[in-house]
């Protein structure tokens, strides 16, 4: 759905930005109403913005009774890392196989969204997560992926808000981000994949979602 309205859109951004830092966590039961009057705007972009959002996957409408925060389980959190960990890999097996060269353009690419001591606000660190995670797919060169990261993202999103909430939990992560990137620069492509590999075992602990690495079959030789 395509929002037309300016009060469409800060509906929308609100709401998402309160699903992302965890102020209304799964389970949670979201009024039309209420958020129209706390906005201060009519229910009509408010329920706009609200389905959008369901499409994403964020909500889930009960007639009647108001608007579910959708929760993650822990079989689909540890589910959702495992794909989005398996099409990132295949990213860099495939700039890997470019050359070294690709290898460090790369990492120079996704060096930005990395950097610790890049000044932003809370709830920037969602974008530059995102924005770091994009390049590394985009830059494989394979449209049909990047469509299938795409539809994972939202999903991706909704189990990381916790992760990122936390001002040391998303430190951590862009700390881990700068060390992928190092990794591309020096073009250690072996590196860079088990440090991702770490990486998505890093946010299941963090989220409290698993104690351990994903770890999966190596690349073939």
């Known amino acids: 759905?395509?929002?037309?309205?300016?009060?469409?859109?800060?509906?929308?951004?609100?709401?998402?930005?309160?699903?992302?830092?965890?102020?209304?966590?799964?389970?949670?039961?979201?009024?039309?109403?209420?958020?129209?009057?706390?906005?201060?705007?009519?229910?009509?972009?408010?329920?706009?913005?609200?389905?959008?959002?369901?499409?994403?996957?964020?909500?889930?409408?009960?007639?009647?009774?108001?608007?579910?925060?959708?929760?993650?389980?822990?079989?689909?959190?540890?589910?959702?890392?495992?794909?989005?960990?398996?099409?990132?890999?295949?990213?860099?097996?495939?700039?890997?196989?470019?050359?070294?060269?690709?290898?460090?353009?790369l990492g120079h690419a996704l060096a930005p969204d990395a950097d610790p001591n890049r000044p932003v606000r809370d709830d920037d660190f969602v974008d530059m997560g995102a924005s770091f995670h994009n390049r590394l797919l985009a830059a494989a060169g394979n449209s049909v992926v990047q469509d299938m990261y795409a539809r994972l993202w939202n999903k991706q999103l909704r189990l990381t808000a916790g992760s990122v909430a936390d001002p040391d939990n998303a430190a951590e992560d862009v700390e881990e981000h700068g060390r992928i990137a190092a990794a591309l620069r020096d073009a250690d492509a072996p590196r860079a994949r088990r440090l991702l590999q770490e990486h998505a075992g890093g946010i299941l602990r963090r989220l409290g979602l698993g104690g351990h690495d994903i770890r999966l079959p190596p690349p073939a030789s």
């Open 1 to 105: 759905m395509t929002l037309r309205t300016p009060a469409a859109e800060r509906a929308y951004s609100h709401v998402r930005r309160s699903l992302l830092d965890g102020t209304h966590p799964g389970g949670t039961l979201l009024s039309e109403a209420a958020l129209a009057e706390h906005l201060g705007i009519s229910r009509t972009p408010v329920r706009e913005a609200l389905h959008r959002l369901e499409a994403e996957g964020f909500l889930r409408l009960y007639p009647k009774r108001g608007w579910l925060v959708v929760p993650v389980t822990l079989t689909e959190g540890r589910e959702t890392m495992e794909a989005r960990l398996l099409l990132e890999l295949y990213a860099l097996d495939r700039v890997a196989a470019m050359g070294p060269d690709k290898l460090r353009e």
